[in-house]
């Protein structure tokens, strides 16, 4: 890696005002309907990227920013409907995964024979998608 990527990683370990992309990311995961989910890449991509910050930067550290909002998340944003992209209940320290899953199943998500859900049954498009 070079000094010039390493400097880059480094500004953009966190968004840059992360109260603001936090409410924004609770905001959009609160419209995912029951029996959707999405993945943080694709929260991400929804949102439009911090002023100053292009979009290739964006698009590489977004998705970890969405994980750091739902791991800060309030009580009214469904959490258990945000996924990774293999379509897998993403490994929270301290366990939640097997919770998270029951969440999703109790909405009418399957899960298959790897512990995944198929994305192109269940994901969410966006707001768009709700009528």
């Known amino acids: 890696m070079t000094s010039s990527a390493i400097r880059q990683a480094q500004r953009y370990v966190s968004p840059p005002k992360r109260e603001e992309f936090n409410q924004k990311v609770w905001t959009l995961v609160r419209q995912i309907p029951p029996g959707k989910v999405s993945t943080y890449g694709k929260i991400a991509a929804l949102l439009t990227p911090p002023p100053g910050m292009d979009v290739k930067s964006y698009l590489a550290f977004g998705a970890r920013w969405v994980g ?64």
Not at 74 to 86: C, F, G, H, L, T
Not at 87 to 115: A, C, M
Request: with cysteine; net charge negative.
């Open 68 to 131: 750091g909002a739902m791991a800060a998340c309030p009580q009214d944003v469904p959490w258990q409907r945000v996924i990774n992209s293999q379509g897998k209940v993403s490994l929270r320290p301290g366990g939640g995964g097997g919770h998270q899953r029951e969440l999703l199943e109790t909405e009418g998500v399957i899960f298959d024979e790897h512990d995944r859900v198929d994305l192109k049954i269940y994901v969410w498009d966006g707001p768009s998608e709700n009528h």
